[in-house]
């Protein structure tokens, strides 16, 4: 399997995605919002775009679509629940389900709701697992649930699928937020070493050549992985002084979830 991610330079700071067969060169495109640069992608590394997947629908991730059908005439693939909200979608994907890219690439799709409602991350059936989450986790971070998603709906993608994926799974979130993500961790944890030295290493990083990390990062460095940390949850008791002395994992997770929104 291939990967290329593709940095848009916009402002929202979005990634694209080519997921490539390396025998044959059909590639399935991700959130495709700068469809000149996927286009330049596949045009420069031979491949031949022969699907696309939205992770869900709002505009900065299907917003490429249209320019995309009409350069490619590719399959549009997404979540089963949001083709009213996607135009032209040929294949509606659930929980299960599996995208073929090629001869040898598989990717499963995960029904992952919290961001939106409709939401879908993909997982490669691959020695190293890769997991593309679009806007559900984040480096450091898990997403928002302002425009139709639902904030205990993300814990429990959080905590029945994401948590239990395997610590060596590569994680391709569809923005880069690494360093205002790590300055929240450390906000909420200031004893985290790990954040510390990657906020040093990586706050000016260049997104064109981004940090890729793995789970087992993520639960070193992600507050939203991080649900029963004794530092965490002190930090947390100062904001919510009625939070009880054992805290459930969901609780601190909402807990974090509304302070994220404003902080």
């Not at 869900?56 to 320019?67: L, P, R």
């Not at 949001?82 to 073929?100: L, Q, S, T, Y």
């Not at 040898?104 to 997982?123: I, K, Q, W």
């Amino acid at each position: 399997m291939i990967v290329e991610q593709i940095w848009t330079d916009n402002a929202w700071r979005n990634f694209n995605y080519l997921i490539a067969c390396p025998e044959t060169g059909d590639a399935l495109a991700i959130d495709p919002l700068d469809h000149r640069k996927c286009l330049a992608a596949a045009d420069a590394r031979g491949f031949t775009i022969t699907q696309i997947l939205n992770t869900h629908e709002h505009a900065d991730h299907i917003g490429g679509n249209t320019a995309m059908l009409a350069a490619t005439g590719a399959r549009l693939i997404a979540h089963q629940n949001a083709g009213r909200r996607i135009p032209n979608v040929d294949r509606g994907v659930g929980a299960g389900d599996i995208i073929r890219v090629g001869a040898t690439v598989e990717l499963e799709c995960l029904d992952t709701p919290g961001h939106t409602m409709a939401h879908v991350c993909v997982l490669s059936h691959t020695e190293q697992p890769a997991l593309f989450t679009g806007d559900t986790l984040f480096n450091a971070g898990a997403g928002n649930c302002h425009n139709g998603g639902h904030p205990e709906a993300l814990y429990e993608t959080f905590a029945q699928q994401l948590d239990r994926l395997d610590d060596r799974t590569l994680i391709y979130p569809g923005h880069d937020y690494l360093s205002n993500n790590l300055r929240f961790t450390l906000d909420r944890e200031p004893d985290n070493e790990t954040a510390e030295r990657m906020i040093d290493d990586y706050a000016d990083q260049d997104p064109v050549d981004a940090l890729v990390t793995t789970l087992a990062d993520e639960r070193r460095i992600n507050t939203f992985l991080r649900l029963q940390n004794p530092t965490v949850i002190a930090r947390l008791r100062e904001e919510f002084p009625d939070l009880e002395p054992a805290p459930e994992p969901k609780t601190v997770f909402l807990k974090l979830r509304e302070l994220r929104n404003r902080w």
